[in-house]
């Protein structure tokens, strides 16, 4: 593949020459003659100029497609090359459910990039629903999802934590209702949220009488642990070092502590992929940690 197919698609995503020509490291009037070039060639103008910049014509739209396929097919040929090297590189492309990224990803990524530091990584954090989405859509070789996953390609269990009731001055399950604190709850994919309603039910015969929403988990523990009410919290976002009571929620049929599950998920071709196979190693390694 020429750099024909890469103009096109920078292009497409800056909608400005100048912008394009930054990332390509070219001039201006330099990459204005590549892509008449381009053009000539495609014998059809693929972009309408203006001074509110590019905008892709009918023939345009169908020739960014196909370059933007082009792009991924030579980045996977790449790939699957580098799996012929001896040394881990390559770009390792990793999807993983925020609440991972946030707390226990780090310092899996640290022992990876000291260990191979000639590999690249790309990191993309949200909710599970949309890791899986990734996976989907090529934009990441592995997820890591929480809760759980009907997944039919190859998923390695990782590991599974408690869900405690995180408060100031609750400090039991029976105080819960006679509390005029609020419950704060953080906004989260819907298996975590069935799962907490599940519980609530099962436990108590009508709603907090209080509660707050936010968009974050971290912000969710910071008011817990500032006192401002109480919070159900994933054991894997606290260290052991809040000043706060911790009461982990129980299956009030068997008396088992209420767990979570994290998955490490792909496909199998993703696995074969000397970068991927080294991170899942590191990730196994520290996975038995929390056993």
């Known amino acids: 593949m020429s750099n024909e197919e890469l103009i096109i ?44 910049g590019l905008t892709p014509t009918p023939a345009g739209e169908l020739v960014i497609q196909y370059a933007k ?9 790449f790939e699957q090359l580098h799996t012929l090297s001896e040394k881990v590189h390559g770009t390792l492309k990793i999807a993983c459910a925020s609440i991972i990224g ?15 530091p000639e590999a690249k990584v790309q990191l993309i954090t949200g909710w599970s629903s949309e890791i899986v989405r990734a ?34 001055e609750i400090s039991s399950l029976e105080e819960v209702m006679m509390t005029e604190r609020p419950f704060i ?14 519980w609530w039910q099962k436990h108590f015969a009508s709603n907090p009488k209080r509660q707050i929403t936010v968009d974050q988990i971290e912000t969710c523990k910071q008011m817990a642990v500032n006192g401002i009410g109480y919070a159900i919290l994933p054991s894997i976002t606290l260290t052991g070092a809040e000043d706060v009571h911790t009461v982990p929620l129980t299956n009030s049929e068997q008396e088992l502590e209420l767990t979570r599950d994290t998955w490490l998920i792909g496909y199998e071709s993703s696995f074969q992929l000397r970068q991927v196979g080294a991170f899942v190693d590191i990730v196994k390694k520290h996975a038995t ?3």
Not at 105 to 115: E, H, Q, S, Y
Not at 192 to 198: A, K
């Open 69 to 77: 396929e082009a792009v991924v097919r030579r980045e996977e040929m």
């Open 102 to 116: 946030q707390n226990w990803l780090p310092k899996v990524l640290k022992d990876f990039i000291t260990l191979y």
């Open 9 to 52: 698609k920078v292009l497409a995503e800056e909608g400005n020459m100048r912008k394009a020509a930054e990332r390509l490291f070219l001039s201006q009037p330099a990459l204005s003659q590549r892509l008449q070039s381009i053009e000539k060639e495609w014998g059809q103008q693929l972009f309408v100029r203006s001074q509110k």
């Open 185 to 198: 709850q953080f906004k989260s994919d819907s298996t975590y949220y069935e799962e907490i309603q599940q």
């Open 135 to 168: 996976l989907y859509d090529g934009e990441a070789h592995i997820g890591i999802v929480r809760g759980q996953t009907d997944w039919k390609g190859p998923k390695i269990h990782l590991f599974k934590d408690t869900l405690y009731l995180v408060d100031k």
């Open 289 to 291: 940690l929390l056993s």
